[in-house]
């Protein structure tokens, strides 16, 4: 599966609860940012990692960034329809929608087709 379909479908699955103001919140309440949504789909691909990796982290490392988005973007907190990712995250956007905008989005995104 393409790291595109692996999050469109992640925001899409009703997996993730989505909270606001972090990557993550508390481990017991399972709240997720968008990015956090990433950071954890990267979490999954990378043993070496855990969330203690990520304390503290506002936008998308740039290691995630490469992962998700390829090796040659560096996009912290991309851009969508004129919005910071994390932006239309915490003004309450849904993950369906955001999955929608970004999915749109991914070419400008990523470079790809």
């Not at 699955?13 to 968008?34: F, I």
């Not at 979490?43 to 988005?69: M, T």
């Not at 851009?79 to 849904?94: M, Q, S, T, W, Y």
């Not at 989005?105 to 990523?110: F, L, P, R």
């Amino acid at each position: 599966m393409s790291k595109k379909e692996l999050i469109l479908n992640a925001l899409r699955s009703g997996e993730y609860k989505q909270g606001t103001g972090a990557l993550r919140d508390n481990p017991e309440e399972g709240c997720y940012c968008v990015l956090g949504v990433i950071v954890d789909l990267y979490i999954q691909e990378h043993a070496s990692e855990s969330w203690r990796d990520f304390y503290g982290e506002a936008v998308l490392p740039n290691r995630v960034s490469s992962w998700a988005f390829g090796d040659n973007r560096i996009c912290n907190n991309p851009i969508i329809r004129g919005e910071p990712l994390a932006a239309l995250n915490d003004d309450e956007v849904c993950f369906f929608e955001i999955a929608d905008m970004l999915e749109e989005s991914w070419g400008a995104i990523t470079g790809e087709p």
